[in-house]
Nanobody, 114 residues
Framework: QLQFVESGGGLVQPGGSLRLSCVASGRDFEIYDALWWRQVPGNEREWIASINSGGTTDYADSVQGRFTASRDNAKKTMYLQLNNLKAEDTAIYYC????????WGPGTQVTVSS
């Protein structure tokens, strides 16, 4: 089982960038696929990116070409590079490993505003 703690969010102007981190605790992080999600309060959680154990990535259309997922298995950490941010990217960002994560982490708030 794994648990994650997300960090790196903040307030940024439209067009700006952030790098989110997601640190795992537990065993065998390196063998699991992992996902990034985001949620606006009052809305459903939205899948935005996947990275499998081999580092292959997939993205939602809404972030394709602007966000990049990566992972460092030695550090048990995933990253999400957010570029060319838009107001509609404002949300709380989460990560998890499907079927392995026991509870959602605290998330990290990203606010895009001028």
């Amino acid at each position: 089982q794994l648990q994650f703690v997300e960090s790196g969010g903040g307030l940024v102007q439209p067009g700006g960038s952030l790098r989110l981190s997601c640190v795992a605790s537990g065993r065998d992080f390196e063998i699991y696929d992992a996902l990034w999600w985001r949620q606006v309060p009052g809305n459903e959680r939205e899948w935005i990116a996947s990275i499998n154990s081999g580092g292959t990535t997939d993205y939602a259309d809404s972030v394709q070409g602007r966000f990049t997922a990566s992972r460092d298995n030695a550090k048990k950490t995933m990253y999400l590079q957010l570029n060319n941010l838009k107001a509609e990217d404002t949300a709380i960002y989460y990560c998890d490993a499907p079927g392995v994560t026991t509870a959602w982490g605290p998330g990290t708030q990203v606010t895009v505003s001028s």
